[in-house]
Nanobody, 127 residues
Framework: QPPLVASGGRLAHPGGTLTLSCTAP????????IGWFRQAPGQERERDAI??????????KIADPVKARFTISRDNARNTVYLHLNGLRPEDTGTYFC??????????????????WGQGTQVTVSA
């Protein structure tokens, strides 16, 4: 299975921006839809993705609560999927996980659609 690695999380100020990256060293992920999931402090990981993107990058979904602030992209030449977080708010704080769907199809919201998961990267939004 692809060794997914999520990175880019850090402490950021409200209103700031972050770009999270998801890659799999030594393992091409260009054939897999990728989803990003969030786990807020003290809560279980959300069942639905914050965002997802299909393998070609032409099918993208962003959850309504963050649609105006987050975007997703991928660069298959760099074997990386990005989640761009703009206008950060304290409620964006959490651990962000990327996950891969082994089936090459339109990306799915549900966590049960994803087969492989990275370890998560921590985003903290605080003044």
């Amino acid at each position: 299975q692809p060794p997914l690695v999520a990175s880019g999380g850090r402490l950021a100020h409200p209103g700031g921006t972050l770009t999270l990256s998801c890659t799999a060293p030594g393992w091409p992920i260009d054939r897999y839809p990728i989803g990003w999931f969030r786990q807020a402090p003290g809560q279980e990981r959300e069942r639905d993705a914050i965002s997802c993107i299909n393998s070609a990058g032409d099918n993208r979904k962003i959850a309504d609560p963050v649609k105006a602030r987050f975007t997703i992209s991928r660069d298959n030449a760099r074997n990386t999927v990005y989640l761009h977080l703009n206008g950060l708010r304290p409620e964006d704080t959490g651990t962000y996980f990327c996950a891969a769907d082994r089936l090459d199809r339109v990306c799915r919201w549900e966590d049960e659609s994803y087969d492989w998961w990275g370890q998560g990267t921590q985003v903290t939004v605080s003044a």
